[in-house]
């Protein structure tokens, strides 16, 4: 039905319009490539991009599922000691990023560090190497799979399980044969998250020298200032993500069950040697995943650590301040346009809606190319009307970065607090002839600010940790938590990175653990 008048649906059509335009911008560049270049690149540089990407993907997903399913399926049918304590710690390395993670781990295995010591190896171990990623990004990313796979698997199987063990059926092929194709496409939509992840990481490959898509992207225009050749690996990377949305849009398609019916999944007690290695699993991961790296990040941040923090102050304040007003322009547009889809409830307000979504799954080199072809463009329009200034990075620019990146972030934790709030409550309000902004402002926000509040508080983190936008687009002279810690392992300045990573991951400590309550509250209602 439809509620709202044209002028609301017009600003819907506007913000929607500023999401897809970098990616026109960059489809519509690929034309006047000329013709010698792509050659080049189809021959030369595309299959060592592809192969690094793809080989770097498909390790990546494996040992993301294989770690996120086997920590969800114990915490969520096993009480073992100290079960309730991984469940919302084995979410915390989420909060590091991939990069940061990276430093840490490389300087473990360097000559004379830590894990050589232990082995009683007297070189380096080379972990910058694709495999070494893999290892690496599997640790920061398998929380996206272990979050969706233990909220499947904990709540709503009751009943399954319980028809499985009255016909006699092991845990092990209820598991693969019943509770695996039930939970399906919660599963594979945190492993499109996790490829998303993998497909955006330039701070983590770009530091081991590793070649994929989004490192080619940021090389080629950032340090060699090649145009062309960065649009044209845009266009292929948008090719690559749209065939990953249409596989996934393809098998959500094919199942859907309303687990509404379903009783709460009943938790077995583990005793002996089972526990323990529920327990020893569960700690190992979170141990080498979370807590190493902290422990390592501390140990660096004790050497000069005046120093380091009088260096590290002013970046902090930027980055907060700028993450700050971003989060909250951005909650603020998703928090409009989900309450005009939810009023007006047409197809084409859908489809609007979802396009908007599409920034979330463009790595941010690729965002910020297509926002620089924009730029270039009226530059060049600018001088046919021989204006006597030139459009350059600054703040508008790289709000404009994150808005495009980070605006799917908030319309799905909007859409997911809609979720819990009746439509009765709007038809009863339009009855009664209360006006949209009466609705908006005085109903829907005050039932939806928690929800809102923890939207701004993720993305506030997302643009923390985010390095190509605030890179590429940040005004001349000022840096970003993310680009100072990146600037300084360029550098070698290893222990110079730990206070910026350490402040990065305090902040991302919080939405990680905010986002853990709010699901298990949630999950409590609906039983």
Request: charged fraction near 10%.
């Amino acid at each position: 039905m439809k509620f709202l008048s044209l002028r609301w649906s017009f600003a819907t059509f506007f913000f929607c319009s500023l999401i897809i335009l970098p990616i026109l911008a960059i489809i519509l560049h690929l034309p006047f490539i000329d013709i010698n270049t792509l050659k080049h690149l189809s021959k030369n540089v595309l299959p060592r991009y592809i192969f690094g990407s793809a080989f770097i993907l498909f390790g990546t997903l494996v040992l993301c599922l294989i770690i996120g399913l086997v920590s969800a399926y114990l915490i969520a049918f096993y009480k073992f000691f100290g079960s309730k304590f991984f469940e919302w710690f084995l979410i915390l390395p989420l909060a590091i990023p991939s990069y940061v993670m990276g430093f840490v781990w490389i300087d473990l295995f360097e000559f004379q560090g830590l894990i050589p010591m232990l082995l009683g190896v007297d070189r380096r171990i080379d972990i910058m190497n694709a495999y070494g990623v893999i290892v690496i990004l599997s640790f920061a990313l398998y929380p996206y799979v272990y979050f969706f796979a233990k909220n499947a698997f904990a709540y709503g199987l009751g009943n399954i399980i319980l028809s499985a063990k009255t016909l006699k059926a092991s845990n092990l092929k209820t598991f693969f044969k019943v509770i695996l194709p039930f939970c399906r496409v919660g599963i594979v939509g945190a492993l499109l998250l996790v490829a998303m992840e993998v497909l955006s990481d330039y701070g983590l490959v770009a530091y081991f020298g590793v070649d994929t898509f989004s490192a080619g992207i940021f090389r080629t225009w950032g340090s060699g200032g090649d145009e062309v050749s960065a649009v044209a690996l845009s266009v292929a990377l948008l090719v690559f993500i749209a065939l990953l949305m249409l596989l996934e849009k393809i098998q959500r398609g094919k199942k859907g069950f309303n687990q509404n019916v379903f009783l709460p999944t009943p938790k077995d007690e583990l005793k002996g040697f089972k526990a323990f290695l529920a327990f020893l699993w569960c700690f190992l991961v979170a141990f080498l995943a979370f807590v190493v790296p902290i422990i390592w990040l501390v140990y660096w941040a004790g050497f000069d650590f005046m120093q380091n923090l009088s260096n590290v102050l002013i970046p902090a304040f930027y980055s907060l301040s700028v993450a700050l007003v971003s989060s909250f322009a951005i909650v603020g547009v998703a928090f409009y346009l989900c309450f005009v889809v939810r009023l007006n409830d047409t197809k084409a307000s859908k489809i609007t809606l979802w396009l908007t979504t599409l920034g979330y799954s463009l790595p941010g080199a690729v965002v910020a190319v297509g926002i620089l072809v924009i730029l270039g463009v009226l530059n060049y329009i600018f001088d046919l009307l021989t204006f006597e200034y030139a459009i350059g990075g600054g703040f508008l620019v790289l709000f404009f970065g994150y808005f495009v990146r980070f605006l799917a972030s908030g319309i799905f934790a909007t859409q997911s607090g809609y979720e819990r709030i009746s439509k009765n409550i709007d038809y009863a309000n339009l009855t009664l002839k209360s006006k949209p902004f009466k609705i908006f402002t005085q109903i829907h926000f005050p039932l939806m600010k928690h929800y809102l509040a923890l939207a701004i508080v993720i993305i506030c983190v997302d643009i923390l940790k985010e390095l190509p936008i605030s890179t590429i687009l940040s005004p001349s002279g000022f840096q970003t938590l993310s680009s100072l810690v990146f600037a300084y392992s360029e550098n070698e300045l290893i222990y110079n990175v730990s206070l910026p990573s350490l402040i990065i991951v305090l902040f991302g400590i919080i939405p990680t653990f905010l986002m853990h309550c709010l699901q298990n509250k949630n999950n409590q209602k609906g039983q």
